[in-house]
C-alpha cells in the first residue's frame, strides 16, 4: 500500500501535461471501478450477514482495502454515502 501511494505522489511530478492529465484520469477511474463494487459488497455482507462485519474488520488485508477507499471508519450501512 505504501509503495502504491508512492507511485501515485509521483505521478504528481509528471512533467508532460497530457501525460500527467492521462495518468490522473486513469487513477480515478481505476478508483470508480473499484469503489462502487465494494461498496455494494460491503452493503450485501451488512443487509444479509451483519454479524460478519466484525470479523472482516479484523482481517489486515481487508481492513487496508477498506483504508483506501475511505471504509474503514463507517458502518457498512454508511458506505454507500461516500461512494
Given at each position: ?19 500527467k ?53 463507517t ?9
Amino acid at each position: 500500500m505504501e509503495y502504491v501511494q508512492e507511485l501515485v505522489k509521483q505521478t504528481e511530478k509528471i512533467p508532460d501535461k497530457e501525460t500527467k492529465e492521462l495518468t490522473e484520469e486513469i487513477l480515478k477511474y481505476f478508483d470508480l471501478l473499484h469503489r462502487e463494487p465494494l461498496s455494494r459488497i460491503l452493503q450485501a455482507i451488512e443487509r444479509s450477514y451483519p454479524d460478519l462485519k466484525d470479523t472482516l474488520k479484523q482481517d489486515y488485508a481487508i481492513n487496508k482495502l477498506l483504508e483506501l477507499y475511505d471504509f474503514e471508519n463507517t458502518n457498512f450501512q454508511n458506505i454507500s454515502k461516500k461512494s
